[in-house]
Structure formats: C-alpha cells, structure tokens
C-alpha cells in the first residue's frame, strides 16, 4: 500500500516544479508510486523516475489521454485505486477537474488544496481564501487530495524508479478535445516563477498592462494580475492570481495598482518578499507589503524598470 | 429542456470572516449572508438559456439551513421559475460536505431529469472547488469545469474552459454538469418587482433523509485557526531608495 501521485503532464512534458513539490508532500505520507497519463508520456515517466523518493512510475500512454479529460483520466486512476491508500496530485487545474470525480466514484472526499500533512490521515488546507487554516481528519479508507504546491519545497532529483508501461481502460467517450489556446509566452510559468509582477485595476487598460510586462520581462518574472484586473479586461483569466485563480509564493512579488482585497492576498501572502506601489496610501496590500511605495504607477513602474540593472 | 442551478448559502465576500475562540470554526452567526458568487453567474447563464429558448424551466436547488430560502428567493428573484431546498441541518455552522451535497443533487436530478446542471465551480467559504464534479461522477455524467463559454448544439454542449495555461475547449455529451467560472456573464441584479414577484413562486421543501441521504461529513474538523500574520514591513520615499532596499535584500 502506499500513495499514487498523479503527476502533472503537459503536452507529453513532465511538469517538474509542481510534481516535484506534490511529491515533498507525498514522501510524508508514505511510498510514492507516480503516474504519467498522456497520449505520449513515456519522456514525462523517465524525468519523473529521477526525482527523489519515487519508488515506481507509471506510465498510461492512450490518445483518450492527451487532454486531460476528466471522465478517461478519472476512470484509469479508479482502475489502479486498490493497490493505494492515498492518491493525490498537484493542485492544478487538470487535478482540480478531475480528483474530485474520483474521490466521488470511490466513495470518498476530496481534500482539495493541502498545504500541510500533519500525518497519514491529517491535513491542513486554507478556508475562506486563507482567512482561516483548517485541520481535517479524514475517516475515509482511501484519501484523494490536491496539494497546493506553493507551500512545499520541491522534492530533489537523484532517484532511478523502474518505469512501467500500463494499458489504458475503455474510454466512456462522453467528451472530446477540440482545441487549447495557450498564449505562447518566453516567461516563466506563473506557479513556479522567482519573481512575479501582477498588475491591478489600477493599471487601467488593457494596454497600459505592457508596462507591467515591461517590468516583468525586465525581471525575468511572470506576470500575474488581480481578478478585478481579470474582470475589468486587462489581463487574461490564467493570469489571475487569488483565492479563485492561482496560488504563488515566489521570492519576490511586486504588486502594482493592486488594492489588496482579500480574495487576492489569498494568492500571494506567503510569497517571501512583497513589494507594494500604490497611490493609495490606505490600500490594504500595504499591510503586508515589506517595502511599499506610496505613488503613481505609470511614474515609478518605468522608473523602476529602468534602475533594476 | 430543464436546467437545475445548485445554489450556495455562503458569507458575503465583503465581510471580513473571523475565526471563534475555540477553534471550531468560523463565526457565522449575524454575519451578512449572500448567494456564492459563482452560482450567481449559474443562475444567470440558466436564465440566458431560457431567454434564448435553449430551456424551458430553470430550477434553483440549494442544500443546508432552513435560511437558505433567502438565497433561493435571490435566485428566483433573478429570473429562476421554481426552487428546491434540501434541509441538511439545522445548524448554520455546518457546512454540508460537497460529497453529500453532491448525492442530494442526484436525487433531485433522479427526480426532475434536467438536460443540464450549471453550478458555480467553487463556494468562497470551503474552497473546495468539488461539487459539480462529484454530482458529475454520481450520475456518470459528462462534466464542463472552469467554463467561461458556452454553446449548446443538439446533444452536445461545446464549452471554452479556463484552465492553467490558457483556454481550452471541449465538446461533451449531454446531459451534462457545467461549472462556471468568472467571464461566463455578467449577472443581472433583481429588480424591485421581480423581487417581490419572486415570493410567489414555488418553493418546494425536503430534507437530506427523504432523499435517502447520509449526510454525516467524511472529514472531521479538528481545529480551524487564523493564519500565521503577516507583518507591514517599511514605505520607502522613492523608486530609488525601493531598488536600494530589494538591492540590500537581495531580490533584485
């Protein structure tokens, strides 16, 4: 017995960051048996056999699974459910869809979003976007959680797991992929990124979003947004960062134009340094801001751009 | 066709939510109480199909404390033609877990066949982003999450969801279970005469036991505790002085 990490796959690609830090969580619970799912995965399975603590991978190669649709997906992980006590992935938006279909077909909860293991059956996850932090004690035999990966340090490589092919199940065919629009982007990825520079309502367009980007690139950071700046139009929705978008913690976060609504410092509190450049001084983001900078945007964000060397 | 909106009872957004004393929870008790954000956006997008002559009825569903006939009431009030409210308990501090709200909506489904469910994919006050999903898995249905578009061409619904990297977009099989995300709509408030049209329209009530349904939570809370504070560092005069501090810190 032991625990299935669904591991996160991305067009064939092992998504290490999040895997990795999924795994952290993983190794506290128990021996760690990690599953590749794509239409090609077998490249995913051999990066996913080096990280440290895997003891096997699997690898469930089918064209049902290149999209992650939630009814294949969930109906091979149930196929592989009796040999775990334990199934968990990183908190995602493909584990998100289809974790919770899988604890339902087995009867169980889902404990969504885990950002402490206090033991086998014992888990913390935030409520109310962080405002309150919740132990749970699960009584289900078989345990399916999301791990948030922003609270865990990611496991490092140095293993050299057996990989093992295993046939796909029937697919229920009740959905088909029609197309992905991923904004093609040289940044890093928003949920593992050194640094992060979101932009808020305040930066007031659409357009004048390129200079949060300027900063951004300046940076080498990704950038993120508000949901008020999602909502208004400015930034597009997988930028969001929050209660209800993504979750990050880089090294440094720069938020500006952002009031600090609880929703969004859900998404970025535990990020190690916060930079705050606002023109409202009562903003709420100054209260957990490190270093705050009382003044207008489109003043001091070229500034700034320009005097990071 | 019909359309059932599950709808959630849930602390507004605005209030500030403070943990109790004791650790059991947060206090609910005389705090501003509204519909779940995104269930609004499902009752909207319901009532858009029925204006489009997509649907025929739309029914508001809600699970939990007698008090969540307000919430129906708001559902109605925006255009929903009749409600449901599955009593789960009487307490107001008890969050029904979306697993057993989940088998509550299969019952009801098993009962009023709708050709699709549109729920919010997320209640602000657990987090869990699970419901639509589980109901999806008990009724063996097809499930749409995140959804920000939607078309419904004869036994297919064809969906853009919203997910890490991007968009995606999906055709599934109806009937089906819809999760909605923030750009789907726009939802409309309820003006003064529908609101009070609303309290005439019908309200059916059960409980989770007439419907067969064991709503004992899987997971037991053994303590809710506020996070760790995070302290207000310093305000820096200039961007000058901003790149000197990150340069000290070395962030920059």
Known sequence: MGVLLIAEVNSGTLSVDATAKA????????????LCVGSGCSDAAQAAAKLDGVSKVLCAQDDAYGHDLAEPVADLIISLSSDYTHIVAPSTSASKNILPRVAALLDVMIISEVTAVVDADTFERPIYAGNAIQTVKSSDIIKVATIRTSTFEAANEGGMANVESIDACANPGLSEWIEDKVAASDRPELTSAGIVVSGGRGVGSEDDFKIIEGLADKLG?????????????????????????????PDLYVAVGISGAIQHLAGMKD?????????????????????????DLFDAVPKLTEQIA | MKVLVPVKRVIDYNVKVRVKADGSGVDLANVKMS???????AVEQAIRLKEAG???????????????????????????????LVIATEDVHTDIEPLAVAKILKAVIDEEKPGIVLA???????????????????TGWSQATFVSELTIEGDNAVVTREVDGGLQTIKVTMPTIVTVDLRL???????????????????DEKSAAELGVDVTPRLKIASTSEPEARLAGIKVGSVEELVEKLKEVGAV
């Open chain 1, 23 to 34: 795994l952290t969580a993983a190794k506290q619970i128990g021996d760690v048996t990690v």
């Open chain 1, 221 to 249: 950071a990704a950038v993120g947004a508000s949901r008020a700046a999602v909502d208004s139009g400015y930034a597009p929705n997988d930028w969001q960062v929050g209660q209800t978008g993504k979750v990050v913690a």
């Open chain 2, 120 to 138: 919010g994919k997320q209640a602000i006050d657990n987090d869990m982003n699970a419901t639509g999903q589980m109901l999806a898995a008990l």
């Open chain 1, 271 to 295: 990020s190690k340094i916060i930079v705050a450049i606002n023109k409202d001084e009562e903003a709420p983001i100054f209260q957990v801001a490190d270093f705050g900078l009382v003044a």
């Open chain 2, 185 to 203: 709509n726009e939802p409309r408030y309820a003006s003064l005469p529908n609101i009070m049209k609303a309290k005439k329209k019908p309200l």
């Open chain 2, 54 to 84: 997509q649907a025929d009825e739309v029914i508001a569903v809600s699970v939990g404390v007698k008090q969540n006939q307000e919430t129906l009431r708001t559902a109605l009030a925006m255009g929903a033609d009749r409600a449901i």
């Open chain 2, 35 to 41: 519909m779940n954000p995104f269930d609004e956006i």
